[in-house]
């Protein structure tokens, strides 16, 4: 029997994704979203599926959702830092009511709920790889705590929530995430490197490029999520999901550059203020909880990306989300 699942964030890059994959597997689906820095064109392919409902709504607002309901996925926020830099307030809203009212959604429909947290909750990580059990290192003031505050809080409310009024809650917490949908002008490093690359511009590294992160494609951080939607009352998390392979930035570049056989060349520009110099899951839990593990690796995930932004380009699709990069 088919289930029905709320998607808040259903319209961005991530969210548009679990939609299409829930719907693939025969489910129903409700996207909420505001369209902040989400984008309609991400719904396209699957937006006159019979199963498939969205509402334009403000989650912070509540969510007009009735019916029975199975699961939320919650994914609301900005997430690119050019766009939560840009809407500080807005992201620690949406962090702070807009998970109160999914959970309050979860709550009142006695459905699973699962909180799409971040790495960023690690800050800049003093232990590398990252275990769910380092508590972090977050400049709580800093200009990135919009973000990284908005999801501790969203941690805390969370585990609030099944501690106190016995909902069904979990948590997993998304390292860097790349693919199809990541749009030219969303800001994250590898869309900005692809973007670049396929435009013939410099590559814009910020700071020396030693910095490091581990970049997971989008199916497989699809399919952790879902793995979590999926998982009993007793999985509550949190549990990183990424693929623990690292690299630099220039490393990145290069492999940017080799993928798209560009010869751009490389720009250095400030490092952002606070950005984490290391990143690297830990993925024993979600091996054990979950059995998931990332299969795809990054110069065929890659690919798909180059593929995506160059028919995406051909099409000239519009780019709603557009932002200036940071200083
Ligand atoms: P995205 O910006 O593409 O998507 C976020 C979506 O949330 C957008 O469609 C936006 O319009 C919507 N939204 C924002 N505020 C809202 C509000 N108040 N009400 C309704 N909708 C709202 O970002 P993404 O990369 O798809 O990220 C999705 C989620 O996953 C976020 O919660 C993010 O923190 C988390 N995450 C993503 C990554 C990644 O690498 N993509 C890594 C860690 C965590
Ligand atoms: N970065 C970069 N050039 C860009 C965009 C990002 O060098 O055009 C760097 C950024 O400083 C960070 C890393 O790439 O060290 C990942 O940045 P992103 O914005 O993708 O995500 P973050 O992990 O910072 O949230």
Known sequence: MSRRFVVTGGAGFL????????????????????????????LAGFAGHPGFTFIEADVCQGIPVGGSVDGVAHLASPASPPAYLRL??????????????ALAL??????RFVLASTSEVYGDPQVS????????????????SVYDESKRFAEALTAAHRRYRDVNTAIVRIFNTYGP??????????????????????LTVFGDGTQTRSLCFVDDTIAGLIAMLDAGDGV?????????????????????????G?????????????????RRPDITL????????????????????????RSTLARGRPDSRAVPPPA
């Not at 679990?18 to 991400?42: I, K, Q, W």
């Not at 500080?88 to 009212?101: H, P, Q, Y």
Request: with cysteine.
């Open 286 to 309: 979600a091996g054990a909880l979950l059995g998931w593990r990332p299969s795809v690796d990054l110069r065929d995930g890659l690919t798909r990306t180059v593929d995506w932004q």
């Open 236 to 260: 509550t998390g949190p549990v990183n999901i990424g693929n623990p392979n690292e690299l630099t930035i220039l490393e990145l570049a290069a492999v940017v550059l080799d993928v798209t």
């Open 88 to 101: 500080g307030l807005e992201t620690l809203d949406v962090g702070s009511r807009g998970t109160a009212a």
């Open 106 to 111: 979860a709550q009142r429909s006695g459905a």
């Open 129 to 144: 790889p990252q275990p769910e059990s380092y508590w972090g290192n977050v400049n709580p003031i800093g200009p990135r």
């Open 181 to 202: 949908r990541l749009g030219p002008g969303d800001g994250r490093v590898a869309s900005n490197f692809v973007a670049q690359a396929l435009a013939g511009e410099p």
């Open 15 to 42: 969210g548009s994704h679990l939609c299409e994959a829930l719907l693939g597997r025969g489910d129903e689906v409700v996207c909420v979203d505001n369209l902040s820095t989400g984008d309609p064109g991400n």
């Open 262 to 278: 560009s010869s751009s060349p490389l720009e250095h520009q400030p490092l952002p203020v606070d950005d984490p110099l290391v």
